[in-house]
């Protein structure tokens, strides 16, 4: 399957910002409708954003949605997630994910390849 492997978490102070990416292994990035998702202790994983293959559709849970941006960058096969104006409510392990085709994309068992993810604290 493709390889995912995401970097850029951390500790970071509510209302700061923090930039996560997922860099993705193989020659058909292009093809694949990438996602964000998110899963604090105790709670299920959740959906956060998801970018179709051209980067021309994007969709927001509406937890996350005017603060959140996701984009990508074909030529590098890598799909950004920028968090702007964080909240203790977004501590949580980040995961990207990948999925091919056409489909639902909100729920993890959309996704087919998922990376090991990476910790997000939001604390003061």
């Known amino acids: 399957q493709v390889q995912l492997v995401e970097s850029g978490g951390g500790l970071v102070q509510p209302g700061g910002s923090l930039r996560l990416s997922c860099v993705a292994s193989?020659?058909?990035?292009?093809?694949?409708?990438m996602g964000w998702f998110r899963q604090a202790p105790g709670k299920e994983r959740e959906f956060v954003a998801h970018i179709s293959q051209s980067g021309r559709t994007r969709y927001y849970a509406d937890a996350v949605n005017n603060r959140f941006a996701i984009s990508r960058d074909n030529a590098r096969n890598i799909v950004f997630l920028q968090m702007n104006k964080v909240k203790q409510e977004d501590t949580a392990v980040y995961y990207c994910?990948?999925?091919?085709?056409?489909?639902?994309?909100?729920?993890?068992?959309?996704?087919?390849?998922w990376g090991q993810g990476t910790q997000v604290t939001v604390s003061s």
């Open positions: 193989g020659l058909t990035f292009n093809t694949l409708i």
């Open positions: 994910a990948a999925k091919y085709g056409f489909g639902e994309f909100t729920a993890p068992q959309d996704y087919t390849s």
